[in-house]
């Protein structure tokens, strides 16, 4: 507003026109509140901030030192660097938010074995893994438990979780049958091997000798108060080379010689056994025939002559 006087002394009020407000001009209204957060001029970092700050880090190491240089050129300021920073740490955070520490064997916290078995699936005690037998192994024997009860120790003492036992029983029986397998066949072709040998040795006589040792050993050993059990077990012996007793072709040669021998000394006396007989007083009694009863002597010549047989045959032995 401007005052001008007139000539009559008073003033005349001029007042400008009121400007008209352009509708396409925001109108401030009371209620519009001002921006009133605070203005941060950008940080001023430098063009040589990545050898300030790869100075201060002080690495010693080159490639170290060369490794942190290139990682710092793939950035644009420290901040962002600060915000890779700060990303890792939260991955870090999360990542062993839920880890447990793995024990080594060497001053291992019991806190954390604990954690660690209850994390990984080890059972509270040796005895509480579960075993799966195959069928085919059947009942294990006393050893197979043992061995089985010290397993279970040694997979608790490793920290194994149940599944990792599993895989471990199995692995040992598959091996297991696998190895029984080859042994038998291994076996079996030994057995044929030997069976050649002793056939080859005894010639025709093979089924007469058999016969001879088996009674031989069956006399013998019950004698010794073996049973027909017993005797069979002793045959299945097995010996270091794997045959089995009643296989081996030096015993089974020299079970039929033997036999032979003993079966001569007693075919004077028929089917009785020649142990407990005094051969040269037979020889005697039969002689002393002679004269007495030629018939009866003439008849008695068979027998007369295997006792003479097996006198020299004595004799031979130093007997």
């Known amino acids: 507003m401007i005052d001008e006087t007139n000539d009559d002394g008073e003033a005349d009020v001029l007042e400008r026109p009121t400007e008209t407000p352009d509708a396409d001009k925001p109108v401030a209204t009371p209620d519009a509140k001002a921006d009133t ?4 001029a950008p940080l001023e970092w430098g063009d040589d901030w990545r050898d300030r700050a790869i100075v201060s880090l002080d690495i010693k190491d080159e490639k ?4 942190t240089l290139d990682w710092m050129a793939k950035k644009n300021n420290p901040a962002e660097i600060i915000r890779a920073g700060l ?21 291992d916290d019991p806190k954390d074995i604990a954690a660690f078995r209850k994390t990984w ?3 509270e005690k040796a005895d509480d893994y579960k075993a799966e037998i195959p069928k085919e192994v059947g009942t294990l024997s006393d050893l197979d438990q043992e061995l089985l009860s010290e397993f279970k ?8 979780s149940q599944g990792q036992f599993d895989d471990a029983v199995k692995m040992y029986w598959a091996v297991d049958q696998r190895v029984k397998a080859a042994q038998e066949a291994q076996r079996i072709q030994r057995q044929q091997a030997n069976m050649d040998e002793i056939r080859s040795f005894a010639g025709a006589e093979y089924r007469n000798n058999v016969e001879l040792a088996n009674r031989m050993f069956q006399n013998d050993l019950k004698q010794l108060g ?9 045959m299945n012996t097995q010996l270091a080379d794997g045959s089995l007793l009643g296989d081996h072709p030096t015993f089974v040669k020299w079970a039929f010689m033997v036999a032979k021998e003993r079966a001569d000394d007693g075919a004077f006396v028929g089917s009785e056994p020649a142990d407990g007989v005094d051969v040269d007083s037979e020889i005697r009694r039969i002689v002393a025939v002679r004269d007495k009863d030629p018939k009866e002597y003439e008849a008695l010549q068979p027998q007369l002559d ?14």
């Open 64 to 67: 170290e030192r060369k490794r």
């Open 37 to 40: 957060a605070p203005k941060i």
């Open 87 to 107: 990303h890792a740490d939260q991955k870090i955070s999360e990542l062993t938010r839920e880890r447990v520490k793995i024990p080594t064997g060497k001053n």
């Open 153 to 160: 120790q040694n997979a608790y003492e490793k920290n194994y």
């Open 121 to 123: 699936g080890v059972p």
């Open 306 to 319: 295997r006792l003479i047989a097996v006198q020299n045959r004595r004799k031979a032995r130093g007997r």
């Open 226 to 234: 073996y049973t027909d059990n017993d005797s069979q077990s002793l």
